[in-house]
């Protein structure tokens, strides 16, 4: 079991960037997942938005944000991040952090939010034009 909390979102200007953290309360389990960061707009589905490897080697991107966000993490802080750069009104949701806990040391960062088996209670960011 691991508890993610996100933590850094709030109210921009477009253009503007925020930083997302997000703390795990197990070590054990924060250094053996993959995590993701997924979104959702009111009225919209959740989509994915990026996600690591465990060993933070290997990212991937939805094609929305490529160019735009960063996402990173540090195993020694049980954390990770998502650094948002040039944000645009249609970024405005709840962002959620997840863990993939059964993913082996080389498996590859997934988009596939079924993959996740835990989920934070997410932060919201606004975006104004």
């Known amino acids: 079991q691991v508890q993610l909390v996100e933590s850094g979102g709030g109210l921009v200007q477009a253009g503007g960037s925020l930083r997302l953290s997000c703390g795990a309360s197990?070590?054990?389990?924060?250094?053996?997942?993959?995590m993701g960061w997924f979104r959702q707009a009111p009225g919209k589905e959740r989509e994915f938005v990026s996600s690591?490897?465990?060993?933070?080697?290997?990212?991937v991107y939805a094609d929305s944000v490529k160019g735009r966000f960063t996402i990173s993490r540090d195993n020694d802080k049980n954390a990770a991040y998502l650094q948002m750069n040039a944000l645009l009104p249609e970024d405005t949701a709840v962002y959620y952090c997840?863990?993939?806990?059964?993913?082996?040391?080389?498996?590859?960062?997934?988009?596939?939010?079924?993959?996740?088996?835990?989920w934070g209670q997410g932060t919201q960011v606004t975006v104004s034009s």
């Open positions: 997840a863990a993939n806990s059964r993913a082996i040391l080389t498996a590859a960062p997934t988009t596939d939010a079924n993959q996740y088996d835990f």
């Open positions: 197990s070590r054990y389990t924060f250094s053996r997942s993959i």
């Open positions: 690591i490897s465990r060993n933070g080697r290997s990212t």
